[in-house]
């Protein structure tokens, strides 16, 4: 027991007596928003750090709308930096969204982030996360796989620009095959799109 007319149980609970209206008011507080658990490479699925221009997924709780949004090209060709009442920054820098969830929001690291930590937040319907720190590396490369998990064979695309490379359809000594990777840092040409990245082997 407190003193005027306050109670904490064992639970962490608060109670205060209302004596004007002869009841007990359990205190709550107020709705902070969603948190983020996590952020990891949108291609790996890996935690780490993140990279200017790096496609990634934010994990977390109350980050969007109950059922997926997924962004369009705008008229200008290029993704917005809001969808369906969600906006991601990083730094205070907002972020490309390319799709928003209430458990997951994808979006694309601003290239004007710098430092050795970004600061990551995620806003929904007007209520914020907390802050949530990611170390900041030149280059954090990633490549997107074939099961959209991370793991095992690569997505990659054979020379001849139609067929996916794998056991069936496997590239000659020689020929060009195209991968799908973000993550590869400050570029020329500043670009919300996912750069192809050709081996010769």
């Known amino acids: 027991n407190m003193p005027f007319g306050v109670t904490i149980d064992t639970a962490g609970d608060i109670y205060v007596a209302d004596s004007a209206n002869d009841s007990i008011r359990l205190l709550q507080p107020s709705s902070t928003g969603g948190s983020i658990s996590s952020v ?11 990279a200017p221009g790096e496609s990634v997924i934010v994990y977390g709780s109350g980050l969007g709308p109950a059922q997926i949004a997924q962004a369009h090209v705008g008229d200008n060709g290029t ?3 809001q969808l369906a009442g969600t906006t ?3 730094n205070g820098i907002p972020a490309t969204v390319i799709y928003a969830w209430a458990p997951q ?3 694309v690291v601003p290239y004007g982030i710098t430092g050795a930590i970004a600061q990551v937040t995620v806003s929904y319907s007007g209520q914020t996360t907390a802050t949530f720190s990611v170390p900041i590396a ?3 490369p990633g490549i997107f796989s074939l099961d959209s998990t991370g793991q095992g064979q690569a997505a990659a695309i054979n020379q001849d620009g139609i067929t996916i490379n794998g056991a069936a359809n496997p590239a ?3 020929d060009i095959i195209s991968l799908y990777a973000t993550g590869e840092g400050q570029t020329d040409r500043k670009s919300t799109r996912l750069n192809s990245s050709h081996a010769n082997i």
Do not use: D, W
Request: aromatic letters at 8%; proline letters at 4%.
């Open 40 to 50: 990891t490479n949108a291609a790996s699925n890996l935690s780490g750090p993140i």
């Open 88 to 90: 991601v920054s990083f």
């Open 79 to 81: 993704f917005g930096t």
């Open 138 to 140: 030149s280059s954090a």
């Open 172 to 174: 000659k000594i020689g």
């Open 105 to 107: 929001v994808s979006a």
